[in-house]
């Protein structure tokens, strides 16, 4: 019953705002530069630009994983720090994260959720189209992340 709630839910966020898709997006794994700590990315964009829908990051040291989606909308006045719901996953096996907003140096809005490491969750992407959901926006990534990208992450990320 709870799954079907969520999907619903996730069904009316969809239903609220859209982003267009773009099909000039891929998936990526880096690991990052020694100034920004020791930490492994994943990210969801157009390669070599930073035309980006969603990033996430392991930090190794503080044991923390953080999810960005980048929202459709930004000029809706929503005070940054507003605590919001993040629906992340294939619509199978929708993970639900507690995130807040945040505003980019671009001022873009985000939904960032943070959640404890390994996040296994991830593993649920591998081969299938991953759907976000937040802040009255939602988006279906149209390249599906392959089992080893995911796998390659989760190891990166201690997991």
Known sequence: MKRLGIISLLLLVAACATRQPTYNRSWAIFDADASEGNAAKLVYGVPNS???DLFAVCDRDAKVF??????????TSVAEGTRTQLLVGPPDKVTPLMASVQYHPS????????AGLPPT??????????????????????????????????????G
């Open 50 to 52: 930073d035309d980006i």
């Open 66 to 75: 953080e999810l960005a989606f980048f929202t459709a909308d930004s000029r």
């Open 107 to 114: 001022g873009e809005m985000m939904v960032v959720a943070r």
């Open 121 to 158: 969750f991830v593993r649920d992407w591998a081969g299938k189209r991953v759907t976000l959901a937040g802040q009255g926006t939602a988006m279906t990534l149209l390249a599906r992340p392959d089992r080893a990208l995911i796998e390659d992450f989760l190891k990166r990320c201690g």
